[in-house]
Nanobody, 122 residues
């Protein structure tokens, strides 16, 4: 069992940066692939990034490649999402997720946080 709590969201101007954190409880955190998804109002939840349990491989959605970086610190049971060059279309609720295997679908992940809001103003 893993419980996830996101933090770090907020309001930022276009071109700015934010770093999201996801703190996990549970002794098996290091065994899970960790991912970030986002959901804008009226839209489906969208894959943003994922990282393998060792941190050796990372994956990104096409819309964030080159701007966002996912990382993890298993000693701290925390996964991060560094977001740069933010644009208004990055606005949404950002969710941390954990799963056994890597995937880009919501259904690929077993554990979810409550989300943290990111708003990018133009």
């Amino acid at each position: 069992q893993v419980q996830l709590v996101e933090s770090g969201g907020g309001l930022v101007q276009a071109g700015g940066s934010l770093r999201l954190s996801c703190a996990a409880s549970g002794r098996t955190f290091s065994r899970y692939v960790m991912g970030w998804f986002r959901q804008a109002p009226g839209k489906e939840r969208e894959f943003v990034a994922a990282i393998t349990w060792t941190g050796g491989r990372t994956y990104y959605g096409d819309s964030v490649k080159g701007r966002f970086t996912i990382s993890r610190d298993n000693a701290k049971n925390t996964v991060y999402l560094q977001m740069s060059s933010l644009q208004p279309e990055d606005t949404g609720e950002y969710y941390c997720a954990g799963g056994i295997n890597y995937g880009v679908r919501v259904s690929d992940y077993d554990y979810w946080g409550q989300g943290t809001q990111v708003t990018v103003s133009s």
